[in-house]
């Protein structure tokens, strides 16, 4: 069935540093890929999407490609902030039923 | 606006009693989703509104739970005879799409923390 797979974390930086959280998925046909991000003590928000293959999403600096050939949705930004804190997560929607399906989420800390 | 909100935001119950749930979706958003997230899970769907539609409960995990969304607007998710696994955080969501797994932006509430003794 349908998945999605993130890299675990947590994951800690160093403010400036650059930033990769990796997301792989299964799906037949052709799935729009999300991701959504949680802030400390707030619910989760729409962070950025692709709804086809080579898309780019960005916002807030971040970025991530839908790769088919790979199967791949990385998120990547160049320089974190302490305020990009949060737990992270890659989400799948199938073109087909009800379902999202989301990943485990990715812890991030960014220390001044 | 007003976004998703959700009540109780926590409750703490004993084993085999049962507890409601309650979310607010955004006004004249069509589509409600409940989610429930473990620790260390991801995000398991559990049930679908849209409108006046039959829900889809393929995710409901056992039949001691279910939800109704009266009035196409608030949904109550119930839980019975609440066992210790079921603890977790219980989110729902809401949108404006007119069809699940449209690249519309869902919003999420601020979660129901459960945990059963």
């Known amino acids: 069935g349908d998945s999605v797979t993130q890299m675990e974390g947590p994951v800690t930086l160093s403010e400036e540093a650059f930033l990769t959280i990796n997301c792989t998925y299964t799906a037949t046909g052709y799935p729009s890929l999300f991701w959504y991000v949680q802030y400390p003590g707030e619910g989760l928000q729409l962070l950025l999407k692709a709804t086809k293959a080579d898309d780019k999403g960005s916002n807030k600096g971040f970025e991530a490609t839908y790769r088919k050939e790979t199967t791949s949705f990385h998120l990547e930004k160049g320089s974190v902030q302490v305020s990009d804190s949060a737990v992270y997560f890659c989400?799948?929607?199938?073109?087909?039923?009800?379902?999202?399906?989301f990943g485990t989420g990715t812890s991030l800390t960014v220390i001044p | 606006g007003a976004g998703v909100s959700q009540s109780p935001s926590n409750k703490v119950t004993e084993k085999g009693k049962d507890v409601e749930l309650r979310c607010d979706p955004i006004?004249?958003?069509?589509?409600l989703y409940w989610y429930r997230q473990s620790l260390g899970q991801g995000l398991e769907f559990l049930i679908y509104f849209q409108g006046n539609s039959a829900p889809d409960k393929s995710g409901l995990p056992s039949d001691r739970f279910s939800a109704e969304r009266t009035g196409g607007s608030v949904s109550t998710l119930t839980i019975q005879r609440t066992q210790q696994e079921d603890s977790a955080v219980y989110l729902c969501?809401?949108?404006?799409?007119?069809?699940?797994?449209?690249?519309?932006?869902?919003?999420f509430g601020p979660g129901t923390r459960l945990t059963v003794l």
């Open positions: 006004s004249g958003h069509t589509a």
């Open positions: 989400a799948l929607s199938p073109n087909t039923g009800n379902q999202f399906y």
């Open positions: 969501a809401s949108s404006s799409t007119l069809r699940a797994s449209s690249t519309d932006t869902q919003y």
